[in-house]
């Protein structure tokens, strides 16, 4: 009796110790409802970034996770890394003019991506050359319009932007200032995509297919990242108003932009500036950028 007494005590408080586990207080399990949609989307896209197709099965489960958080955006999700993988291994891209076979009206809209400025607001050599593309272009298509998208980012020159300069451009080479859209405050690709995007749907309803224009190395995430934005912006996947169906490039001796930038820029669609800036400044010589806070949307 006295053995059996005297353990007592010690098996009441083990007790009181292992009740919380399973009690009102406990800690709860891991859910589908406490998994965070954005860290989810970020894992997702560097994950792909990294390894690709060879982590096919860790993307598959990563998608099946975020599909019980929110299964529209998985299914948009899933279709970006579709459209991501097609931008980078089956896209034809067209040199010095877009194809033959393209609308020859105001449904069609040329993109073409800015490039940085001189520090005293002129333009360089290399964004000279896409818009010799761009030109080429919009005499072979004379009903198309063109944006021309790209903010300030001469140094020395806060007035410049690279849309205006390439606005100009065109209108001195005789295009009609009436077919020319100018979108001129973004600052990366990311940007050029979110911001002309929202022009087009607010002031160009007719607009539903756009051909970008840009260097070579330029076009896949052109591409990818107009295609993202319109798909996240859709009523619902397989609705968009706008899809890219063509480009025309002008071929740089030299450049490449890594899937990883593309994963920043796909970061920066999806809401995360500051996760996205932090992935371009280590990864590409990129010029300086605006605080995160004034976000991409």
């Known amino acids: ?3 059996r007494a005297k353990m007592l005590p010690l098996l009441l408080l083990c007790l009181l110790l292992l009740l919380p586990a399973c009690g009102k207080g406990a800690e709860p399990a891991p859910s589908a409802a406490t998994e ?23 993307n598959a489960a990563l998608l099946e996770r975020l599909r019980a958080v929110d299964p529209d955006a998985a299914a948009r999700w899933e279709k970006i890394l579709t459209l991501w993988k097609s931008a980078n291994t089956d896209l034809e891209i067209h040199p010095g003019v877009l194809p ?8 069609l809209c040329l993109v073409v991506l800015g490039f940085q400025l001189n520090p005293d607001g002129s333009m360089r050599p290399e964004l000279v050359e896409r818009l010799k593309v761009a030109l080429a272009s919009a005499e072979k298509y004379p009903h198309a319009l063109i944006v021309c998208t790209g903010g300030g ?12 300069c390439m606005a100009e451009y065109l209108r001195e080479q005789g295009v009609a200032p009436e077919r020319i859209i100018v979108e001129d405050q973004s600052q990366t690709t990311a940007q050029n995509a979110a911001f002309t995007c929202r022009i087009l749907e607010e002031s160009y309803p007719q607009v539903r297919q756009l051909a970008i224009v840009s260097s070579d190395y330029h076009i896949a995430t052109g591409v990818l990242l107009f295609s993202a934005q319109a798909t996240l912006t859709a009523e619902e996947v397989g609705k968009e108003r706008c899809t890219v169906v063509s480009n025309a490039a002008w071929p740089a001796p030299s450049g490449s932009l890594s899937t990883m930038f593309q994963a920043g820029a796909l970061i920066e669609l999806a809401g995360d500036v500051k996760t996205a800036y932090e992935i371009y400044y280590d990864t590409y010589d990129i010029h300086p950028l605006p605080s995160p806070e004034s976000g991409t949307n």
Do not use: C, H
């Open 36 to 58: 965070n949609e954005s860290a989810l989307i970020e894992e997702l896209v560097t994950f792909y970034a990294k390894y690709g197709d060879e982590a096919a099965e860790q």
């Open 1 to 3: 009796m006295f053995r």
């Open 100 to 107: 033959d076979g393209l609308p020859d009206t105001d449904e």
């Open 153 to 164: 980012t001469a140094a020395a020159n806060k007035s410049a932007t690279e849309a205006g």
